[in-house]
């Protein structure tokens, strides 16, 4: 498997938290993307870090790549109960041509 | 409108009806996908198309096929489906093989 054994599964916050969650990867790479899932609906893309930039920020969210470590993360700071998602990380295989993607962070947000 | 299109939205068959899923792209997007997400195993890649008339396999290909005649469209069938086919299938398209990735709306398949 492309994913270390520590991405977290789920998680349950109220509204207004701010939470992280991990991705850690096997296969090196120098480009990390996250995707949002709403229930019913299919992936979208949020945020592409690249290594050269070590963190990078869309709105509330926020986007770290560590290269040493193999791992990513993504922030989102103040939640809504509109963030309630599942958050999958993706990086490059298959050389280049296609993506594969992370089992996937079950976010429930209440408000 | 950047958008991608899947038909049907829902369908039930039965075992050893064949299946056709159908993708739609707006975006001229030379590069199209089709996964199956089943619950606990995130996304799992099952073809590839590059363009038209040039398919890969992707991980989990035993038991389906694919046709891409038109850039915009790509087929998923399902030949003889079988239970264990039963699972949400998403379409998806991108300008290269590693950018991001648009996803349709999926189609909730059921073999009974």
């Known amino acids: 498997s492309q994913w270390g054994e520590e991405n977290l599964q789920a998680l349950s916050i109220q509204e207004g938290e701010d939470v992280t969650m991990n991705c850690s990867y096997k296969?090196?790479?120098?480009?990390v993307q996250w995707y949002r899932q709403k229930s019913g609906k299919g992936p979208a893309q949020l945020i592409l870090i690249r290594s050269n930039e070590r963190e990078k920020r869309s709105g509330r969210l926020r986007a770290t790549l560590d290269t040493s470590s193999q791992s990513s993360s993504l922030s989102i700071t103040g939640t809504l109960a509109t963030d309630t998602a599942v958050y999958f990380c993706a990086t490059p295989y298959q050389g280049g041509r296609a993506l594969i993607f992370g089992t996937g962070t079950t976010v429930s947000v209440s408000p | 409108d950047m958008k991608v299109t899947q038909m049907p939205r829902y369908l039930i068959k039965r075992m050893g009806e064949n299946v056709l899923l159908e993708c739609g792209q707006d975006m001229s997007h030379e590069t199209m996908y089709w996964y199956r997400q089943d619950p606990g195993l995130g996304l799992q890649l099952i073809y590839i198309s590059y363009d038209v008339d040039s398919n890969s396999e992707g991980d989990i290909p035993k038991g389906y096929r694919v046709s891409r005649k038109k850039r915009e469209h790509f087929s998923l069938i399902l030949d003889s489906a079988k239970t264990n086919q039963t699972s949400v299938y998403f379409c998806?398209?991108?300008?290269?093989?590693?950018?991001?990735?648009?996803f349709g709306p999926g189609t909730r398949l059921t073999v009974l």
């Open positions: 998806a398209s991108s300008l290269k093989g590693y950018a991001e990735q648009f």
């Open positions: 296969t090196y790479t120098t480009v």
